[in-house]
């Protein structure tokens, strides 16, 4: 399977960011800071490496936050997820390095990130870590 | 195809505003002004464009609230809504723009709006802002 | 279509009160009345006509109430919701008078109505209202 | 409940025909006469009268056909199943009766109606009749 | 709501065709020209205007096909499709012009669209065409 | 993030291959080599890279076949799968690829392979071969 | 609990038939009987005895058929599948004797009858007979 | 039909106490007293009979409870549930009498029995009790 | 955990077989011999061990067959399935002798067997076998 | 059946532990200690057998828990509740004892432990405890 010619079509957007570190959570100003309200990002198509055996594992994530000044901007969003396909990460890291990196790069009032990932050995395990603290 | 001559069976409903600025919210007295009950309306079918790329958004909206003397016209919420259908904006402020203009047509004593947009690259987002605030 | 010689069959129930002022909200004892517990009627099948447009509206209605003295006797229930079948009503107003005539005949603890209707012109409405307000 | 003023806001549509035998089935050409394709009619809000007790049934009835030079006006057709509303009719007479009056209406190629009948007494009737028949 | 500034991030993308006549669905080699398989592309978010009442339809439309020399490609049905949005047409008509227009495009072997409109009045119409015919 | 002194728990599973040329499908013998019976692999978390963009694609493979004297091993094709993970590849490309290297690894009397991947665009595409052709 | 008062309620319904044996399947006329048309008939709530532990078994059945000259009437159906209900009798035969019975009562031109028995010891039996058989 | 040869394989099981007043609800000690935890009884298959009709009603039975000194012994409480099958009596005194009778046999810290009664007439019943009140 | 007092409850049920070849598989007539009826036996429930690793597998097995002279009787299918619990055998294998048992068992005339084991590194497979072949 | 060949294919993994007196739960450091967070393992494919029975009993397990310092590795867990499978075990006691492991393996901040047994004799019961109390 040759596909080299077709991804002659591909375009500025074929860099996939080799790690979290490398991607860029990119922000835009909040259209109304003076309101409390919930903007909920559900990103069905996460997957990561296992840390022990090297094998793909993919999870369901959903973000939940009350954008302060900021909103994370979805594309951005999508890169820096896409970030993660080739680390070893254990599954309650993913979920709390998401959670800590939008903290950081938009001061949300209040965010949820839950991690729900796909069976092995016959468990499947969520995680889910809040900021602040309930 | 040519359905000009179908279009003759059009009647006065034929006119589409041309953005939320140009539609109107009607109101009708409220039956029970008296007592704090919950109307929810779910609009299934709305559509805007996307600022960045110009292409159809989808979305759907839910709007709950507690009227106070008045309650929202569903014929003109059903004109309102497709108002947004050639206007270009971003998902939260749709929300809080249909949140913004229930309040100002019927003054609800509480009121609720969710907008659940189709996903675009792997991402699903929803926007859910209230009044007052909780 | 002669149906004449079936409804010979027919027996002395048949008769529709022809609006909810000629029904009849049957009660019989609480069987636990020191007791507060949940009663819950399930009630998919209503329907009334559209004051606006004489068109049929079809809608899901849902009882729940903590009975006091007496509970209401589910068959004058069915005749009772029958008896909108022919009558021009808003949804909101169905809803809170369902609410005030079970009210009278039955003065429960407290009650909650819901009428889910059917969607027009892509907007579905749903209508709830309690006694006492929360 | 007095929604007679409201009613002044009803327009000509404002007329249920008494019977089946007093409305009409309008049709349109059919836009691809040389072509065998199916058109799917979805009508979760029938509703009748039970020729035994006088009680409301309810149905949820599908139509399925293949036109030939013509098509059903969902508009009319509408109007013809409410129609049924204060008809007491058996539910296999009237999957029949919707079945033949759809045929002299527009001489399809293919049809078929069912309904599916709310429960009574713990059983639930759904009929199908289709012609030609299989 | 002026989100001018924002719109100044769009790109090239932004053009929507103001009809299918304008619209063009491109086409790339199938890579198994000599294999008899089977493509299905599911679209939730059509939409369109009525011709009657000039207010927006939507649709769910699925296509399946069995690819001859070419598949069309997707990001060109997604423009083709959008172009539809301020079209009047009938619901039989959009589900037969798209099956015409896939075929000229690409001359599938096997081919069949399927339109499912959102409900009008408590009728959902549903309309399905194949090419060749069964 | 510095799962090192984790992944020292990993072992010689350790290895991805780097694409499907380099992965092995391995095989066991049929315990019924003398009756046709279907064995369905259910694969939801596959993941490959578009060759346009370069951003990851998700799948839900189903591959189902009739064994001939041998069955493929579910381990191996786990690697198999997960060797996709970092090459850039058509929708049809993969379904038709996996189709092609199972017929060659275990000679199957029948098979069919299915790959329903995520939306773009509003569009979610599924592609479908078999063998032999029906 | 002492429900002698209400029962006097009751009215010429009140007899149980003590078995199938007992009990009558009265039928109408079908009202289209050149037509070949298909009725089911949905009954969740049928219980009978385990003839080996005497303990209440419970199924839902469901009733298929192509009336002939006459339908069967679904109050003496319903009679007649509660005059199962103290009858101990095996899952097999029960399914066969509602087929046997209905075939005697009415004369169906084709009948399908199923019984979907509730799990007992981590198994779940459901029975199917049909005649004329396939 | 004549299962009474089946029935020889009957054993000692083969009784059905003949009301609820002949039934016993055996208990064993609850296995960590000091531990308030909750046990959840899920009983789909209840039957009684109307009071009013003499017909069968059907329900499923949802217990929830906090053990004190002793949980309710399951196989018992089959065989109590059983004992209502010919107990003519109403929705409400079934779940209140049901509560009353478990409290009576075990002395639960907490309590709550609900019952979903099959549709009559287009109305479905729900009752929920519990203990001690809210 | 001491659970010994209470094993005292236990009666002569209380030997599970160490293996199929252990089992017995009984049957008893068919009360419908000369007719071609289906029977389903649905067991949800199913574990064997992983010939690989030594783990527990659970399945969903489902049984579907037409009686000839005799039925399985279910108690015995049950202790049946139950002797696989320790044995370690490769899907495949216990699809096709679990078919094998059966029709030595009870000479059915047709006969379909299917299991749907629990997903292992995200693979779920399902085998299914049928007698005679179709 | 011998599939002594295959079980050569075993390795080190190919030992279940007798009882859950035999099994260790094994943990590892908590990636974020200072954060209060959820995680949740769900075990759908518990097996145990019954006390009084012998017959194996399944259940759908379910853990939530806030960390300590430590978690439990699932591997281990996995291991832990295989170690269940021969062990004669009343639902309640399963439920309690898994809590009161985990508490004791890990000193959770919080925990919830929940256990969905499959129904018997038409009673399904779950089992749910926690700690600390609520
Ligand atoms: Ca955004
Ligand atoms: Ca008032
Ligand atoms: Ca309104
Ligand atoms: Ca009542
Ligand atoms: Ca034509
Ligand atoms: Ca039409
Ligand atoms: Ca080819
Ligand atoms: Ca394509
Ligand atoms: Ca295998
Ligand atoms: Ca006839
Ligand atoms: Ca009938
Ligand atoms: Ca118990
Ligand atoms: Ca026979
Ligand atoms: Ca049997
Ligand atoms: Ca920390
Ligand atoms: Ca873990």
Redo the contacts between chains.
Sequence with gaps: ?K?TE??L???S????PAS?DEATLET?P???PG???????????F?S?C??????D?AHLVIRYV?GER?VE??S???YL?SF??????N??I???VLDDLITAMSPLEIVVSGKF?????????????YP??
Tied chains: 1, 2, 3, 4, 5, 6, 7, 8, 9, 10.
């Design positions: 399977m596909p077709l991804t079509l591909g375009h957007e074929n860099r996939l979290p835009f909040n259209c109304r309101r409390r309200f919930w903007i909920t990002l559900d990103c069905p198509e997957s490496l840390p022990v055996t090297g094998q793909p993919t954008p909103c979805t594309k969003l999508k890169f896409a396909r080739n680390l070893p990460a254990f309650e890291e979920v709390n390095r796909s069976p092995r050995g016959g468990i499947q395990l969520t995680a889910e870590a809040r603290e309930a």
